[in-house]
């Protein structure tokens, strides 16, 4: 049986791989990051556009989302 995830954990773990994704590979073209977690967990358009502000807000704050555990 699949469990559900909550709608803004979807945003919050694309998030993570964003800054993962950054982290491992720094001269990948944001967007084509973007559009790869866009894909990975499945995010409409408008959940990709947020996901994009909340990376670019996370980034110029210098706080990397943290991470998961379980």
Do not use: K, Q, W, Y
């Not at 790869?36 to 502000?53: I, K, Q, V, Y």
């Amino acid at each position: 049986m699949s469990s559900l995830i909550r709608h803004d954990m979807l945003v919050s773990r694309a998030l993570a791989f964003v800054h993962e994704r950054r982290r491992e590979c720094p001269g990948l073209p944001l967007e084509t990051v973007l559009d790869e977690a866009g894909r990975r967990f499945n995010l409409s358009p408008a959940d990709g556009e947020a996901l994009a502000h909340a990376f670019r807000v996370s980034a110029l704050s210098g706080a990397a989302p943290a991470r998961e555990t379980g």
